[in-house]
């Protein structure tokens, strides 16, 4: 899925990216996604367009 991110405390060369727990809207055309790094327990947030979740709707991902 979009809106993943990685954390900012632990981050490397190979960390995964984080799906985030939560999502929620923003405003028209925008989300803010919560997420919660499984490492250190940091929480953090993120504001994405939803433009990009109407582009995953037109091309599902799997
Ligand atoms: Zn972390």
Redesign the pocket.
């Known amino acids: 899925m979009h809106y993943r991110d990685t954390?900012?405390?632990?981050?490397t060369d190979d960390s995964p990216a984080i799906a985030p727990v939560k999502v929620t809207p923003n405003g028209p055309g925008s989300i803010l996604a919560t997420y919660r790094?499984p490492?250190?327990?940091?929480i953090w947030t993120c504001g994405w367009s939803a433009e990009e979740d109407a582009d995953e709707a037109r091309h599902p991902a799997a």
Do not use: A, M, Q
């Open positions: 954390c900012d405390r632990c981050l790094c490492t250190c327990g940091f």
